[in-house]
């Protein structure tokens, strides 16, 4: 299965301040997927990054506030921007491991804490 | 909107007990999918079911898939500290949707 690179690992950041996470992966995958979980909880799909097109955002998240960057196969960036003590959270990338028996390959995951 | 309802939301038990967690779906996925997630790390894939009345044996881990595809569940037989985590059931249809989550606990 591929293996995810994820950066930052934490960080604390000022509120009205903008954070870019970056995943990158050791193999082409067409699709990567960004969540946001809040520590003990369940992992909630922010949108899926194709490469070559805009990202599909889910209900309840927009691309001003979230934009993603995905300039080829094998890495993608998600920027929160303007940020408040509400972001504050893990993010977290994944790709698709190409058959349902090899399910979905995750990134370590960035805590993010906002001030 | 398709949902995952995933029961019980915490578990504590000691260290050789059985335990059970459960998932049911609104609606059929492609596959259902279970992880373990440990602090720091993302969720790990277990096992992933798509027939519907599947059994899946991961070592002490069994998994069953209902013959509607709705519902599953993951049963631990004498479990080990290192059972310790979040168990996620997910449903697979292009994206992933979850559950909310099992915070399992086994004390040594």
């Known amino acids: 299965s591929a293996v995810i690179s994820q950066k930052p690992s934490r960080d604390i950041c000022q509120r009205g301040t903008s954070l870019t996470i970056q995943c990158q992966v050791d193999?082409?995958?067409?699709?990567m997927f960004w969540y946001r979980q809040q520590p003990g909880q369940s992992l909630t799909l922010i949108a899926t990054a194709n490469q070559g097109s805009e990202a599909t955002y889910e209900s309840g998240f927009v691309i001003d506030k979230f934009p993603i960057s995905r300039p080829n196969l094998t890495f993608s960036t998600l920027t929160v921007s303007n940020m408040s003590p509400e972001d504050s959270s893990i993010y977290l990338c994944?790709?698709?491991?190409?058959?349902?028996?090899?399910?979905?390959?995750f990134g370590s995951g960035t805590r993010l804490t906002v001030v | 909107t398709q949902l995952l309802e995933q029961s019980p939301q915490f578990l504590s038990i000691q260290e050789g007990e059985n335990l059970t967690v459960y998932c049911n779906s609104s609606?059929?996925?492609?596959?259902l999918q279970w992880y373990r997630q440990e602090p720091g790390e993302g969720p790990v894939l277990l096992v992933t079911?798509?027939?519907?009345?599947e059994v899946k044996k991961l070592k002490r881990l069994t998994f069953q898939f209902g013959d509607a595809r709705k519902d599953s569940s993951l049963h631990i037989t004498a479990a080990q500290p290192g059972d310790t985590g979040l168990y996620l059931c997910a449903g697979d249809d292009y994206k992933l949707s979850f559950g909310a989550g099992t915070t399992v606990t086994v004390r040594a």
């Open positions: 079911v798509v027939t519907g009345g």
């Open positions: 609606s059929v996925f492609s596959s």
């Open positions: 994944s790709v698709d491991g190409g058959t349902a028996l090899y399910g979905y390959t």
């Open positions: 193999s082409q995958v067409t699709m």
